[in-house]
């Protein structure tokens, strides 16, 4: 798996996952630190042509660095939601494949302070390149469940005690009227189909964000930092 940028590199070597650092043959002095962190852990430093770093990273914004990082460490929803020092708040994205949006999601997710994502593995976007560098590096923080069925997974966090809440643009309840205190599941579709048919049914409650202009959806990814940060106001605040 390969991640490039300053930060997601960054993130990987604070997290323990990178196996070995590509530089460009004339790195920057934002470089240099990355390279002694990396030199100091043991991790292999290699010095590429131009060209080769970018065939590395798919001719992706690069910054001069990439890694081989390590795949995230498998986990499952039961590790989402088994920490007992305060309740759950996780993300469940229904059909979600744009690598912009999901590391868009995961860069929130972190800042958030969620405990984890739960996505589907098939058909998924890849957590490598654009994903990775859209996430500023969250892409090896935030805790990633993958589930062969979303619906499914909805019924385990449930049988969990986590109330599932669903974004859904024709929803008659606002979301800053739910209460996010307890064990929550935010879970959001992908732009233009929304939530699928199955997984609406599943969700405890669905939710809308109110659209006061002429356009009338956002941007997943800004949808779920708006709800991801009500529920942080709420626990840290109070629901009111």
Request: proline share 5%; hydrophobic share 45%; with cysteine.
């Amino acid at each position: 798996m390969i991640v490039y940028g300053i930060n997601p590199v960054l993130e990987a070597l604070r997290a323990g996952r990178v196996k070995e650092v590509c530089i460009g043959e004339r790195p920057g002095k934002r470089i240099e630190p990355l390279v002694q962190a990396a030199r100091r852990g043991g991790i292999p430093v290699r010095t590429v042509p131009p060209a080769d770093l970018d065939r590395l990273t798919r001719h992706g914004v690069h910054q001069g660095i990439a890694a081989e990082v390590a795949d995230p460490q498998r986990v499952e929803i039961a590790d989402l939601t088994s920490d007992a020092s305060r309740p759950p708040l996780v993300v469940v994205l229904d059909g979600i494949e744009d690598p912009h949006n999901v590391g868009a999601i995961l860069r929130t997710a972190d800042a958030a302070g969620v405990s984890g994502v739960v996505r589907q593995s098939r058909r998924a976007a890849s957590l490598d390149g654009v994903a990775a560098k859209v996430s500023a590096g969250a892409v090896s923080t935030v805790p990633i469940a993958e589930v062969v069925n979303i619906a499914r997974a909805l019924d385990e966090l449930k049988a969990a005690g986590v109330w599932t809440v669903g974004l859904a643009g024709e929803a008659s309840k606002v979301y800053d009227e739910q209460d996010l205190t307890g064990p929550t599941a935010i879970v959001v579709g992908a732009e233009g189909t929304g939530l699928r048919r199955l997984v609406r049914e599943r969700c405890d409650w669905l939710v809308s964000i109110p659209m006061l202009g002429q356009v009338r959806s956002l941007n997943v990814s800004v949808a779920a930092a708006i709800v991801l940060f009500e529920a942080v106001r709420q626990r840290t605040r109070g629901n009111r």
